[in-house]
C-alpha cells in the first residue's frame, strides 16, 4: 500500500473530525448565548439570598430543568470536581 494513499486518508479523516469539531463549538456557543439572554431574575427570596443572578424553566424530553446563573462561585455549596 502506497504511503500517500494513507497519508490522503489521515488527511481527510483530520480534516472531517475538524469541521464535526469547529460545528459542535459553535452550536454550544449558540446555546449558551441563548440561555443567557433567556434568563430572568428569580422571584424566591430564597434564590436571591443563594447569589442566583438569573433563573430559567425549560421543558426537554420529558423533563423540566430549572437553571440558575451565579455571578460568582457560591459560598454555600462547594464546587464539584468535575466542573
Request: proline share 5%; aromatic share 14%; no cysteine.
Amino acid at each position: 500500500m502506497d504511503v500517500s494513499y494513507l497519508i490522503d486518508w489521515a488527511n481527510l479523516l483530520l480534516r472531517w473530525a475538524h469541521v464535526i469539531t469547529a460545528v459542535a463549538w459553535i452550536g454550544a456557543s449558540f446555546y449558551f448565548v441563548m440561555l443567557d439572554n433567556s434568563l430572568s431574575v428569580p422571584t424566591h427570596e430564597d434564590l436571591k439570598k443563594k447569589g442566583v443572578d438569573g433563573e430559567m424553566w425549560a421543558v426537554h424530553g420529558g423533563g423540566f430543568y430549572h437553571s440558575n446563573k451565579y455571578m460568582v462561585a457560591p459560598k454555600w455549596l462547594p464546587l464539584p470536581q468535575n466542573l
